[in-house]
């Protein structure tokens, strides 16, 4: 038989197995937790970044890649609007269904000028550098295309630029057609950046997915601030000292906070390009 004392010793190891095994049970739990928490707080920090490098140049209207901004890129900023009235007039609705001809002297130097309403910009072209790029605005503005229309996104945070060229104002329209990627390995792009005073278009690139490439339309960016950027995106011109003052000023009067629908951060102050020409000398 067995005595008391035996029989309180195998309860009290049995209690202790217990014991043990719940402690056990509890530290798998845990473990499993916090693999889960662990591997969705990566995936979210993953998707901010490629949404934060991307978004602000999406184009065309077509599907957004990983271009949605969840974090805001700029902060909202209530300081006075620095600008003046638009003028009078309406944006062109007009689209094309391809690339217009050539029609630009490579050798030539061209100047393009936004009359906006902060200020005049005027902008170097690099027309042997970006014949397609250049080439298209000089036919869209010809056009009278970019007339009226709003720069829709100003991003004050990890980069630094204007965003216009989308007579929707939107952040997805453009012209009908697409053009090809170019002068991306221009020498001022060194080390990433893209220095304060370029001119670049915006794209659908996906550096993700690699998807996307040629895909340009009449959006572009000009850059108020040194950014850190991949050399995906066309430089084409470069910004007067005039037109740097001009940026600056778009830039200190702060954003908006994003658009729940398209996700732009629109510049406080009242952009609009009265008119904008491109001149050959």
């Known amino acids: 038989m067995v005595s008391q004392e035996q029989r309180r010793r195998q ?18 739990k845990a473990r499993i937790r916090n693999s889960v928490i662990a591997s969705a707080l990566g995936v979210i920090v993953v998707l901010s970044v490629t949404v934060f490098l991307t978004r602000p140049f999406e184009d065309d209207g077509k599907t957004e890649n990983a271009n949605a901004d969840v974090t805001p ?3 909202p900023s209530k300081a006075p609007d620095p600008c ?6 309406k944006v062109k609705s007009e689209t094309w269904k391809k690339e217009p001809a ?3 002297d490579e050798s030539a130097k061209y100047t393009m000028k936004l009359d906006t309403t902060c200020g005049e910009i005027d902008v170097a072209l690099k027309a042997s550098a970006a014949p397609h790029t250049v080439n298209s605005f000089n036919f869209l503005l010809g056009k009278g295309y970019l007339d009226h229309s709003k720069c829709h996104r100003l ?22 057609y697409t053009i090809p990627d170019e002068n991306l390995k221009d020498k001022s792009l060194k080390g990433g950046m893209y220095p304060a005073g370029t001119v670049a278009m915006a794209n659908q690139y996906n550096g993700q ?7 340009g339309g009449s959006q572009f960016f000009l850059v108020y601030q040194d950014s850190q950027l991949p050399p995906d995106y066309t430089p084409f011109g470069t910004v007067s000292e005039a037109g740097m003052k001009v940026l600056q000023k778009i830039a200190k009067a702060g954003a908006q906070a994003p658009d729940p629908q398209t996700g732009n951060t629109a510049p406080n102050a009242t952009v609009v390009i009265n008119k904008a020409t491109i001149t050959e000398s």
Do not use: H, W
């Not at 009290?12 to 798998?28: I, S, Y």
């Not at 003046?84 to 007039?89: D, N």
């Open 11 to 28: 309860l009290a190891r049995e209690k202790f197995l217990r014991q043990q095994q719940r402690r056990t049970d509890a530290r798998r």
């Open 73 to 75: 890129s700029a902060t």
């Open 84 to 89: 003046e009235k638009p003028a009078p007039g």
């Open 102 to 104: 050539m029609t630009i």
């Open 155 to 176: 991003t004050s945070q990890g980069i630094y630029v204007l965003q216009c060229g989308d007579p929707k104002g939107t952040g997805m329209g453009g012209p009908g």
């Open 209 to 215: 997915t690699k998807q996307g490439r040629n895909s």
